[in-house]
Structure formats: structure tokens, C-alpha cells
């Protein structure tokens, strides 16, 4: 029979400004699953031996972004399945490193009850998070890139502080070189920032608020009239912060545009792979090809596992330069690897969506999309 020793509750480590340079990544300054969370754990004894319980849902980065085989790619591409973790810190292999046992949540296990505990507990804690991402009063305001259907939207939200009583957020989506403009009374950033499936599975359905919609400065003095109900003051003061809401929020997307085509902000940085000596930058070129689960297209064929410390890092393979896919409407599209990192950097997460926007615009850059669409 085991003993509880001790029990550590959930500690959150995260900050909505993840990175270093956080225009460098703005597909995942806000993604639910790229917020560092270390779990709660639970030591037992169990029969004289130290055993370690922990709930793992996805990797935690807390390594020196410089040193071997640290590694961001995966997130926002691969979400990492749910894992049960025992570490026996009575055990220790020839490296001196602690017996670690990982299992699948339907596996049969001695601490299968204890398991279920701690999961609950986990997922409170990331219910918890996530309602703070959903938002964006908790975050002051918001912006970021995307590429939805095949067209670049830059969108921008924020809460009117100023004037809370209203309960208003001001959005911003630019498209096409149209600004439009909505207000609404609850935060819809995420409804935009989230492809819906994931929206789904963080948040449920979702329901479309009432919104008032413009596209211009004309048009938000014009419809004054629609607050009729209130006095000429406060009619002055809506129109008021909502067209100073329109400028702004209009600035913040251009500057953004601006960065964006010059190369000083991006959607998703390839430096996430984060691989600094010659051999990992290496190992990253093939990571690329496993990332968008097309090893069997490339042809690849393992040659050596590379170690690192004791870390497994990745490993050579040699592969096909070009691969042919066939898209879902029946068009094939031949892509190499230089092309899955330009696909990455748009933030495109499947091999459907790089074909589809290399057939669209002719080139796998952000510059071709903007000079179509803006």
C-alpha cells in the first residue's frame, strides 16, 4: 500500500508576451496550448520507494532557448497527446537519470485514482487560463495576423476603459483593404485568432453577439442615431471614444502591415526551431518534413539517432529534395522543404493550406499575399 508524502499544487507559468521578440511569433502569443503550465504533482511511498505522479498534456519549455534540442516548432502545429507520468526517484539508469514511466490515460494502472485527481485538478487550472486568453480586457489590447482562407486578416482588439459603464470592445479586422470596425459586448478576438475547430475545443460553440459594424470614421458619426435612447452627452461621448477607437486601432494594423512586408514582424518565426550549432540546424532541415507529417511523400529513411546529454535531439535521414501532393480539390502541388518553413512562417498548418495558398499566389511569402489582397 502507498503513503502520500506530499502534494504540489498546479503553478502557472506564463506571460501573454511569450517571447523575446514577440512580433516575431504572433500566431502563438495567445495560443491556449503555448502557455507554460507545470502541473501538480503527487510523491508517494510506495513500498519504500519514492514515486513521483504527473498529469502531462503537452511539452514545457523552461530550457535556455540557446542549449541543444530545445524546440517550440511543434506548437501550434501538433498538439501533443494527453500522458500519464511515474517517476521512480528510487531508480536510476547507468546515466544516473530517474526511472520514468509514461502511460496512456486508458492503460491500466495501480494509481489510476490518483491520476484522476490530479487531472482534475490540471484541468481546472487550464479552464482557468484559458478564460483569461479568451479576454482581451485582461490583456489591454491585442494584435495579430492570420492567413483565412487563403487572404491575410491583421485585426486588433481592445476594451473601451475609459468609459466601462458601456461595456464596449472595439474590433478591428483588416481584409482586402477594407477596415472594418465592430463593437460588441464581449471579446471575439479569440473567434478570429483560433482556426474554429480549436475554437471548439477550448471554448464550445460559439455564438454570434449583436455587433455594430463600420468601415469608416463618416460612418460612425452617422449613425448616431442609434443611441437614441440616450442623452445628447453620452451620444457625444460613444461617438467620441469609437472614433478615436477607429484611428488607432486603423494606425496599429498599418504599422503592422508595415512590418509585416518588410520582414520585421512575422506570423510565425522558423527560428522556433531554435537548433544554434551547424549539426542541429541539420536535424532541424528534416524536422520540418515530420512536423507536417510527410515522411512517407519525401521518402524519408532514418540513419542515426543523435544524442545529446543523454537527450534524444532528432536524426539524420536522407529524403526526396521535391514531394507531389494532392490537394483536396483534386490539384496536386510538388513542394520541397524550403517551402514547408515559408508555409510555417505564414502560420499555415497543414499541407492542404501550403498548396492552396502556393497555387493562389505563386510564391509561399507574405508579400505575395498582400499585393493580391491589399
Avoid at 505522479?53 to 524546440?71: A, M, Q
Avoid at 509514461?102 to 494509481?111: G, H, I, S
Avoid at 545529446?308 to 521535391?322: D, I, P
Wanted: glycine letters at 6%; hydrophobic letters at 30%.
Amino acid at each position: 500500500m502507498y503513503e502520500i508524502l506530499s502534494r504540489k499544487k498546479c503553478c502557472v507559468l506564463y506571460h501573454f508576451n511569450q517571447f523575446d521578440h514577440p512580433e516575431q511569433n504572433l500566431s502563438l502569443l495567445y495560443d491556449p496550448d503555448s502557455i507554460s503550465f507545470d502541473s501538480g504533482s503527487l510523491t508517494l511511498n510506495d513500498a519504500g520507494q519514492i514515486i513521483r505522479l504527473r498529469v502531462s498534456r503537452t511539452e514545457n519549455y523552461h530550457r535556455d532557448p540557446h542549449s541543444i534540442g530545445f524546440d517550440r516548432s511543434h506548437i501550434g502545429i501538433e498538439r501533443l497527446p494527453k500522458e500519464y507520468h511515474i517517476l521512480n526517484e528510487s531508480v536510476r539508469d547507468k546515466n544516473g537519470v530517474h526511472s520514468l514511466q509514461r502511460l496512456a490515460p486508458e492503460a491500466d494502472c495501480k494509481y489510476h485514482e490518483l491520476f484522476g485527481e490530479l487531472d482534475a485538478a490540471d484541468e481546472k487550472e487550464f479552464r482557468r487560463i484559458w478564460d483569461i486568453l479568451l479576454d482581451s480586457r485582461n490583456t489591454g489590447k491585442r494584435i495579430s495576423a492570420k492567413i483565412i482562407d487563403n487572404k491575410l486578416h491583421i485585426f486588433t482588439e481592445t476594451y473601451n476603459y475609459d468609459t466601462p459603464e458601456f461595456g464596449e470592445y472595439y474590433l478591428m479586422d483588416y481584409c482586402d483593404g477594407v477596415y472594418m470596425f465592430s463593437v460588441s459586448d464581449v471579446s471575439r478576438f479569440m473567434t478570429l485568432y483560433l482556426s474554429h475547430k480549436e475554437y471548439l475545443h477550448y471554448y464550445g460553440e460559439y455564438s454570434e453577439p449583436h455587433t455594430q459594424q463600420y468601415t469608416s470614421l463618416e460612418e460612425i458619426t452617422a449613425y448616431e442615431k442609434e443611441y437614441a435612447k440616450i442623452s445628447h452627452y453620452e451620444r457625444e461621448m460613444i461617438t467620441r471614444h469609437r472614433r478615436n477607437a477607429f484611428q488607432r486601432m486603423q494606425n496599429e494594423i498599418d504599422d503592422l502591415r508595415r512590418k509585416l512586408k518588410r520582414g520585421k514582424a512575422q506570423i510565425r518565426s522558423r527560428d522556433l526551431f531554435g537548433f544554434g550549432e551547424y549539426e542541429m540546424k541539420f536535424v532541424a532541415a528534416f524536422k520540418i518534413i515530420e512536423l507536417y507529417k510527410a515522411k512517407t511523400e519525401f521518402r524519408c529513411e532514418e540513419l542515426e539517432t543523435l544524442r545529446w546529454e543523454g537527450m534524444c535531439v532528432g536524426y539524420y535521414m536522407r529524403s526526396k529534395k521535391r514531394a507531389e501532393f494532392r490537394l483536396s480539390d483534386g490539384r496536386t502541388v510538388k513542394l520541397n522543404r524550403n517551402d514547408l518553413y515559408n508555409g510555417y512562417e505564414l502560420g499555415l498548418i497543414t499541407i492542404e493550406e501550403i498548396g492552396q495558398f502556393l497555387l493562389k499566389y505563386g510564391k509561399l511569402s507574405i508579400r505575395a499575399c498582400m499585393k493580391q489582397t491589399s
